[in-house]
């Protein structure tokens, strides 16, 4: 039998319009309050009447990820602690893959706006593109970006620290005495753009000159850096290491080395990032760069929720908050240190 209002006031010693009040974030209720009601509530499984719910408060109780690819385990992990915090409270997650497609996600934003709350999004457009995003946010749309940013854009945003992402892989790799490097570079948005700079800072600092010919523009997904680095083996040349600019990249390339015979690490080493599931499970366990997904997700969460349930007569000159997350080396076989 389904958990009621009744059970969980009969549980927690409260009366039912307390819990209704906390369950749906009632600013008469205190922080403290709250927390126990929704911590009663998961340990009961309860699951509101969501219809109810919306007839109520004129809300869908959606909330959507637009995520660019779903192909590997990143974005799934951010989606299952997006749910975490989310399904507790009454929401439910509606998830679209954009395929790393501007032109596909804007479609899906302007019309998942219209049935969500709000929405979460990995965004694939390029920085000097997003005037769509800002009308929207102007005519009223909630929405959290999480994993990229766009600059002077009004709403939350959840990211690592990208610039000092494509550095740690950088100077890994010249600390195990390369000095060819060469960089998978993401397409133009601006965690790409971040980690390509990162990549530059880390040579500048080692005195290392920069060397146009050993970039090579990449996009997000397996194929493209399998693609990429399939020209690269044509043209010859090839540096002694590579940052890509991420994992799925990182692995296409790989892939691409092997089908060559071209031994990674040996020959050729590989950093990635974004520490996808089963990047520790390939011949060559790949060395990457990594933050945590959980965290990611559970604030990015967290933060649109406030953003939903936030007051009309909160201030609308409140600086939207940005919450960065430490990235770490993860070193394993594909650098030759694992």
């Not at 205190?30 to 004129?58: C, D, G, H, S, W």
């Given at each position: 039998m389904?958990?009621?209002?009744?059970?969980l006031?009969?549980a927690?010693?409260?009366?039912?319009?307390?819990?209704?009040?906390?369950?749906?974030?009632?600013?008469?209720?205190?922080a403290?309050t709250?927390e126990?009601v929704?911590?009663?509530?998961?340990?009961?499984?309860?699951?509101p009447?969501q219809?109810a719910?919306?007839?109520?408060?004129?809300?869908?109780y959606?909330?959507g990820?637009?995520?660019?690819?779903?192909m590997?385990?990143?974005y799934?992990e951010?989606?299952i602690?997006?749910?975490?915090?989310?399904r507790?409270?009454g929401?439910?997650?509606l998830?679209?893959?954009?395929?790393?497609?501007?032109?596909?996600?804007?479609?899906?934003?302007?019309?998942?706006?219209?049935?969500?709350d709000?929405?979460?999004?990995?965004?694939?457009?390029?920085?000097d593109?997003?005037?769509?995003y800002?009308k929207?946010?102007?005519e009223g749309?909630?929405?959290?970006?999480?994993d990229?940013?766009?600059?002077?854009?009004?709403?939350?945003?959840?990211?690592?620290?990208n610039?000092?992402v494509?550095?740690?892989?950088?100077?890994?790799?010249?600390?195990?005495?390369?000095?060819r490097i060469?960089?998978?570079?993401?397409?133009?948005?601006m965690?790409a753009?971040d980690?390509f700079?990162?990549?530059?800072?880390?040579?500048?600092?080692r005195?290392?000159?920069?060397d146009?010919?050993?970039?090579?523009d990449?996009?997000?997904?397996?194929?493209?850096?399998?693609?990429?680095?399939?020209?690269?083996i044509?043209?010859?040349?090839?540096p002694?290491?590579?940052?890509?600019?991420n994992?799925?990249?990182?692995?296409?390339a790989m892939r691409?080395?092997?089908?060559?015979k071209?031994?990674?690490p040996?020959?050729?080493?590989i950093?990635?990032?974004?520490?996808?599931?089963?990047?520790?499970?390939l011949r060559?366990?790949?060395?990457?760069?990594?933050?945590s997904?959980?965290?990611?997700?559970?604030?990015?969460?967290?933060l649109?929720?406030?953003l939903?349930?936030?007051?009309?007569?909160a201030?609308?000159?409140?600086?939207?908050?940005h919450?960065?997350?430490?990235?770490?080396?993860?070193?394993?076989?594909?650098c030759?240190?694992g």
């Amino acid at each position: 039998m389904a958990t009621t209002l009744a059970d969980l006031s009969k549980a927690l010693g409260v009366s039912t319009m307390t819990v209704s009040r906390a369950i749906n974030n009632h600013p008469a209720i205190k922080a403290e309050t709250r927390e126990r009601v929704l911590e009663v509530a998961r340990r009961m499984n309860y699951r509101p009447n969501q219809f109810a719910r919306a007839l109520i408060t004129n809300r869908s109780y959606l909330i959507g990820l637009v995520a660019p690819d779903l192909m590997h385990s990143y974005y799934a992990e951010i989606a299952i602690a997006i749910e975490a915090v989310a399904r507790p409270v009454g929401y439910e997650l509606l998830i679209c893959n954009t395929k790393e497609d501007a032109a596909t996600e804007l479609r899906e934003v302007a019309a998942l706006r219209h049935r969500t709350d709000g929405l979460i999004i990995a965004s694939a457009v390029s920085p000097d593109k997003m005037t769509a995003y800002r009308k929207m946010i102007r005519e009223g749309a909630k929405i959290a970006l999480i994993d990229r940013r766009f600059e002077n854009l009004r709403c939350p945003m959840v990211t690592t620290d990208n610039v000092r992402v494509g550095a740690l892989a950088t100077e890994h790799l010249i600390k195990l005495g390369h000095l060819r490097i060469g960089h998978l570079r993401g397409p133009d948005v601006m965690v790409a753009r971040d980690r390509f700079a990162g990549y530059q800072q880390a040579l500048a600092a080692r005195k290392i000159r920069y060397d146009e010919s050993l970039v090579r523009d990449c996009g997000f997904i397996e194929n493209n850096g399998y693609e990429t680095m399939r020209a690269w083996i044509r043209e010859g040349k090839l540096p002694s290491a590579i940052f890509a600019a991420n994992d799925p990249s990182a692995i296409g390339a790989m892939r691409a080395l092997e089908e060559e015979k071209i031994k990674v690490p040996k020959e050729v080493a590989i950093v990635g990032a974004g520490a996808i599931h089963y990047g520790d499970m390939l011949r060559a366990p790949l060395t990457t760069v990594s933050w945590s997904k959980t965290d990611m997700g559970q604030k990015a969460a967290q933060l649109l929720l406030k953003l939903i349930e936030r007051e009309k007569t909160a201030s609308s000159d409140r600086r939207p908050e940005h919450v960065v997350l430490e990235p770490e080396l993860i070193v394993r076989q594909s650098c030759g240190a694992g």
